[in-house]
Structure formats: C-alpha cells, structure tokens
C-alpha cells in the first residue's frame, strides 16, 4: 500500500512540475529577424490571454518551436501566423509585427 503512495505522489509532481513548465514556456517572448522588414516581437502571455491554447498553434501551424522560417508569399496564404492575422480574425499590418529598432 505505502508503494502505491510513493507511486500516486510522485506522479503529481511530476504533473505539477509539467505544469508549471508549460505555464513559463507561455510567459516567453521570442525575437526573430523580421527578414530585413524589422524584427518580429511574439507574445506568447498576449496569445494564451486571448484564449488560445499552445497545441492549436503548435501542432497545425507551426512544425517547431522557435523557428519562423517562412516566406514572403506565405504572408499572403492562410499559412502560420497568417491563419489568424489576415486582416477578418485579427491585425494584418506589417508594422504591427515588424518593428525597427
């Protein structure tokens, strides 16, 4: 019975470590070049506020994490970040994303 305890507690850590790794993973806030445009600034708290969860970006968007390779005719698809931002569902303006620094 003790055994089945140990188990059981150390199971919940482990889902509550997990946890709180996912929950600092959404606080990040990545950088990318911009392509020459101006670098890319993601929120990732300004997506998790607004009710989106991490697997309807990263599991059907994006292959990767922190990696936004993709071209300047995909700004024009419903590819990656232009699934949302395409002017109807959200902002669409390249100075919104890209900024000079």
Partial sequence: MKKIAIIIATVSVIFLAEGALLSLIGQETLIYGGGGQGKVIFDH???ISSGFTCKECHSSLFDTHKKALFTMDEHFTDKKCFYCHDGK???????????KF
Avoid: A, I, S, V
Wanted: glycine share 8%.
């Fill in 45 to 47: 708290k300004t997506h």
């Fill in 89 to 99: 569902k959200t902002f669409n303006g390249c100075n919104l994303c890209h900024r």
